[in-house]
C-alpha cells in the first residue's frame, strides 16, 4: 500500500486517539525538548505509574528514509514529574511499532523489502552509463564540500575525502553532476534540462 505524509500525520492521530479514548491523559511535563531524530512525541498517563510515549522518528535505514512511530511505556510518577524529567526515546518498555519507508518524493510503503527494491531501481537509474566525464576537483573543492556536509549523512567529511568529480548523461538524456567521497555513497545532483 502506498501513504503519503498526511496518511502517516493521520496513523499517529489515530493511535493517540486510541489512548485518550483508553482514558490517558497528555502529559505535558515530560514531552519538553528534542532527542535527535524525533519528529514530534507526545506523552500521556492514565495512572500514577505509568506514562506511555507515543513518538514519531525519522533515520535512514541502510540509506532508505525512514518514519517511524513508536509507543513506549515508562515506569514514572506522571503526578511528581516535572519540566526536568526526562525520559529517553527507546529506553521505555515498547509496545507498538510502524515503520514508513520513503520510495519517491512524499511517498512511503510499509514493506521495507518493497522499499529496497524501489531503492536498488533507483540507484542502478543513477549507474554510469559509460559516458563519466571526469570534472577535476582541484578547482571546485571548497564549493563541493558546502554541497557534500549538507547532506544527511556527510556532515564531517573534509575536503581530503572527497575523490572525485564529474558529470554524466543518462541514456534516457538526463545529466547529473556526480561527487565521489571516500567511504561514503556517492551524490548525484541532477542538472537542469
Known amino acids: 500500500m502506498i501513504y503519503k505524509i498526511k496518511d502517516i500525520n493521520r496513523r499517529m492521530s ?12 497528555i502529559s ?13 512525541r507526545v506523552d500521556f498517563y492514565n495512572d500514577d ?11 535512514k535505514e541502510n540509506h532508505i528514509d525512514t518514519i517511524k512511530i513508536v509507543v513506549e511505556s515508562f515506569r514514572c510518577n506522571a503526578e511528581k ?33 518493497e522499499a529496497v527494491k524501489v531503492y536498488k531501481k533507483q540507484l542502478a ?26 547532506k544527511t549523512g556527510y ?3 573534509r575536503k581530503s575525502h572527497i575523490t572525485g568529480f564529474g558529470v554524466t548523461i543518462q541514456s534516457n538524456g538526463k545529466k547529473f553532476y556526480v561527487i565521489k567521497v571516500k567511504g561514503k555513497n556517492t551524490i548525484y545532483i541532477r542538472l537542469a534540462d
Request: glycine content about 10%; hydrophobic content about 30%; aromatic content about 12%.
Open 28 to 40: 505535558p511535563m515530560t514531552t519538553e525538548g528534542s532527542q535527535s531524530n524525533e519528529i514530534c
Open 125 to 150: 537509474r543513477l549507474k554510469y552509463d559509460g559516458n563519466y566525464k571526469d570534472l577535476g576537483i582541484a578547482d571546485f573543492k571548497d564549493r563541493l564540500l558546502k554541497i557534500v556536509n549538507s
Open 81 to 113: 514529574a516535572t519540566f526536568m524529567t526526562t525520559l529517553w526515546n527507546g529506553r521505555g518498555e515498547t509496545i507498538h511499532t510502524e515503520s514508513f519507508y520513503i520510495i519517491s518524493k512524499g511517498v512511503y510503503v510499509t514493506d521495507y523489502e
Open 49 to 59: 505509574s505509568t506514562i506511555v510515549r507515543i513518538e514519531m522518528t525519522q533515520y
Open 155 to 157: 556532515k564531517g567529511v
Open 14 to 25: 489515530e493511535i493517540i486517539g486510541d489512548y485518550i479514548s483508553k482514558g490517558y491523559i
